[in-house]
């Protein structure tokens, strides 16, 4: 298999390191800002429920417990989303099931903007959430496998633009309705957001399907057709072709537009292959993306960007239309440095930037924390120094937060499993996400009385520094290496471990340089 590799990147020039970049594919780019789109969904849910709470607490008597759980339950609900939409996008495609998404969620925001009731409200959360999840988990799968490896991190980091876009375009919409009666004004901020889905639904019918679906499809000929149009060179074809069809078993010498394929390429069997017998890569590889995602969230940016008008009032800020507008400056502020990350991805790598914002959210935490602990601690007193502290700590945080573990967690897990398992992998990695989500905005409110607010981000920051261990020792550099090589690339810690254990040692290096040598080919 090594020795079929090498000669078969012997055929095609490398593609990795020319003397001059690429310039960016313009249709690539179309695609994936179609395809990313649907991620203003869970964004704008987030940033206008944050605001809209206020008003429903008030309009509907609610206490504490149930805002909690109408806040949080979308990330639950969204796991069923998440869970689904591996399967289904292996079975109607990637494209498909984004129309599938925008969809759902069009019906839940109706549902949520015409609720008379709580019980209402959370049965079109409910509905959502499904939208959501069905969303989160399929665009970042569909622009990674579209995009070429130049820009692939480029391109695969749109998802959380639009995420953050859609979270300013909430606090931009609380804003703006903030002045109407209690009654109504909730309910257009919800009820708005399923406008964007409409238009979403109907914009990405205009998308091709990912390539790498339709080789495991059988559809090779259509599968050129996308990849002439989204590739940088002739030679990209060639060799992103190539490696999709050894990937999925077919031969190479195979040359047919259409060619039959076996069930299993419909999602059958990976999750045996993923968590039942999983190699010591894939293992490697679903330990990752697990963990990344769960330190996404489990470092407090939901709770920051969901009660982010409640920690600005415990900050000092009482008026409503001041904490709507500081809440304003928190999602400028996230989607201006994604915009940031977005050009720094495949210039420095993934590595850096999830290093550079971990260690920059440790700081900010640690600083938001003593903040809110000397306020507490001073409640007759307006201490305007602490009041500071804590509004460019919140700034802070979401800055860095914007520049790495936000956008890079999404480009990196979508481009480390194999293709056998992107879809199924990711759902995984996605379902984390939402979960430790759902349980970190659930339980914010109570945690802060339980162990003060100041306390609570002093947890995060305990997290975070755990999160930057992790990352440290566990991640590879994957910048730049094409999709069907990540599997290699997760091999070669393995194969330094086997080394210190001892072993046939000329034989696992011979295996690790000819895996090296595969990566530096592209």
């Known amino acids: 298999m090594g020795e079929q590799k090498v000669e078969k990147m012997a055929d095609f020039p490398a593609i990795e390191t020319p003397e001059k970049k690429p310039k960016r594919n313009k249709y690539a780019i179309g695609c994936a800002i179609l395809a ?119 391109l695969t980091s749109f998802p959380d633009l639009f995420i953050n876009g859609g979270i300013l375009l909430g606090y931009l919409s609380n804003y703006a309705f903030s002045g109407l009666p209690n009654h109504l ?24 399907e990912s390539p790498r679906w339709l080789i495991m499809q059988g559809r090779l000929g259509d599968a050129r057709w996308v990849l002439t149009k989204t590739s940088d060179t002739k030679e990209e074809v060639e060799l992103r072709l190539a490696d999709i069809k050894e990937t999925v078993g077919i031969p190479a010498n195979c040359t047919d537009d259409v060619v039959s394929m076996p069930k299993r390429s419909h999602g059958e069997g990976v999750w045996t292959d993923l968590l039942i017998r999983p190699t010591p890569s894939v293992r490697r590889i679903l330990i990752a993306a697990v963990g990344i995602h769960f330190f996404q969230q489990g470092t407090g940016i939901d709770a920051v960007v969901l009660y982010s008008p409640r920690v600005f009032k415990k900050a000092g800020i009482k008026k409503n239309n001041h904490l709507l507008a500081a809440t304003v400056a928190v999602g400028f502020t996230k989607t201006c440095f994604i915009l940031v990350a977005t050009f720094l991805l495949d210039r420095i790598g993934r ?50 937060f914007s520049i790495g573990l936000g956008p890079v967690t999404w480009v990196y897990t979508a481009e480390i499993f194999p293709l056998r398992l992107r879809a199924q992998g990711t759902s995984m990695g996605v379902g984390t996400n939402r979960l430790v989500s759902g349980v970190v905005s659930m339980t914010f409110l109570s945690l802060s009385k339980a162990i003060t607010i100041g306390g609570s981000f002093f947890l995060f920051t305990g997290i975070a520094v755990v999160a930057w261990i992790f990352f440290y020792t566990f991640l590879p550099e994957t910048q730049g290496k094409i999709l069907e090589d990540m599997e290699t690339l997760f091999e070669k810690s393995i194969w330094r471990s086997k080394l210190k254990r001892g072993g046939n040692t000329s034989q696992v290096q011979l295996g690790h340089v000819e895996a090296a040598s595969n990566g530096n080919a592209h």
């Open 36 to 154: 990313s789109m649907t991620s203003i969904l869970l964004g704008y849910d987030i940033g206008v429920m944050s605001g809209a709470i206020l008003f429903i607490q008030d309009n509907l008597k609610i206490g504490d417990v149930k805002v909690q759980l109408l806040v949080g339950s979308l990330n639950v609900y969204s796991l069923i989303g998440s869970a689904a939409a591996g399967r289904t996008s292996d079975w109607i495609g990637r494209r498909y099931t984004i129309v599938f998404a925008g969809v759902i969620f069009f019906f839940g925001a109706v549902m949520m903007g015409l609720a008379p009731n709580y019980a209402f409200l959370m049965l079109g959360r409910f509905v959502a959430g499904i939208g959501v999840g069905y969303a989160l988990m399929i665009a970042p799968v569909y622009t990674t496998e579209l995009s070429p490896a130049s820009s692939r991190g480029f």
């Open 185 to 208: 004004n909730w309910r257009l901020m919800l009820g708005i957001g399923a406008i964007p889905s409409v238009f979403i639904a109907v914009g990405v019918l205009a998308m091709p």
């Open 351 to 400: 590595r850096p930037l999830f290093l550079t914002s971990v260690a920059g959210m440790i700081v900010s935490l640690a600083g938001l924390g003593f903040g809110l602990t000397i306020i507490s601690q001073n409640p007759d007193e307006r201490i305007i120094w602490a009041i500071v502290i804590c509004i460019v700590t919140i700034l802070a945080y979401v800055s860095f």
